[in-house]
């Protein structure tokens, strides 16, 4: 159990377009997941924490407006990356928290590929 | 603040070697600790965890030990495979289900 998928796994984008990257908790409902950026080499940067029916809370230097997230039900989160430009590229990768399991563990996706052209 | 400090990388084996990957951390109250591993091109899986000072995660011949003293949670394999070459991460939550606060990461290679 627990699983976490993320689609679509690998997208490429001319610079300007926007792209949706869906975040899925497979067989158990999440009410905070999170979204992370990890660069080549380089370890997971939070990009923000996204409550079940309520608005994301961002990080420090993550723009709301460049990345909106939405999480309208217990089992998806998407993440919008608005006007895409080639320094958006970059890997991105979700997790869900199980409040079922111990200490609430965190479930990643698989990460999504994305890069601008 | 909250931090996780690990060994630089990359960390290159023989096959059959003995592994330890050094994980030392910074927090105010009492966190649980985990090691995350990432294969090439993948997202996280969580490898161990420990909740409390004193306590060892192990799972697939890995080992960590929760020590308060050191504020450390160093990993640990008596004999590693090519199969374990990875990026190991090294994270803490302070807060239950809160944030995951990690480490830079260590990259290990294992060569037959």
């Known amino acids: 159990g627990a699983v976490v998928s993320q689609h679509p796994s690998r997208v490429i984008c001319k610079s300007g377009t926007s792209v949706k990257i869906e975040c899925r908790s497979l067989?158990?409902?999440?009410?905070?997941m999170f979204w992370y950026r990890q660069f080549p080499k380089q370890s997971l940067m939070l990009m923000a924490t996204?409550?079940?029916?309520?608005?994301?809370?961002?990080e420090q230097g993550v723009e709301k407006d460049k990345f909106l997230i939405n999480h309208a039900s217990l089992t998806l989160s998407t993440l919008t990356v608005t006007s895409a430009h080639p320094e958006d590229s970059s890997f991105y990768i979700c997790?869900?928290?199980?409040?079922?399991?111990?200490?609430?563990?965190?479930?990643f996706g698989p990460g999504t590929r994305l890069t601008v052209l | 603040g909250d931090s996780v400090t690990q060994m630089e990388g990359p960390v290159t084996l023989s096959e059959e070697a003995f592994l330890t990957i050094n994980c030392t951390y910074t927090?105010?109250?009492?966190?649980?600790l985990f090691w995350y591993v990432q294969y090439p091109g993948e997202g996280l899986q969580l490898l161990l965890k420990?909740?409390?000072?004193?306590d060892k995660g192990s799972n697939k011949g890995f080992e960590a030990t929760y020590r308060k003293e050191t504020t450390s949670f160093h990993l640990e394999k008596g004999s590693v495979q090519v199969s374990d070459s990875a990026v190991y991460f090294c994270?803490?939550?302070?807060?239950?289900?809160?944030?995951?606060?990690f480490g830079q990461g260590t990259e290990l290679s294992v060569k037959p």
């Open positions: 927090a105010t109250g009492y966190p649980s």
């Open positions: 996204s409550n079940e029916g309520s608005k994301a809370t961002y």
């Open positions: 420990a909740t409390k000072a004193d």
């Open positions: 067989d158990f409902q999440a009410t905070t």
């Open positions: 994270a803490l939550v302070y807060n239950q289900g809160g944030k995951l606060i």
């Open positions: 997790s869900a928290s199980n409040p079922s399991s111990s200490h609430n563990e965190q479930f």
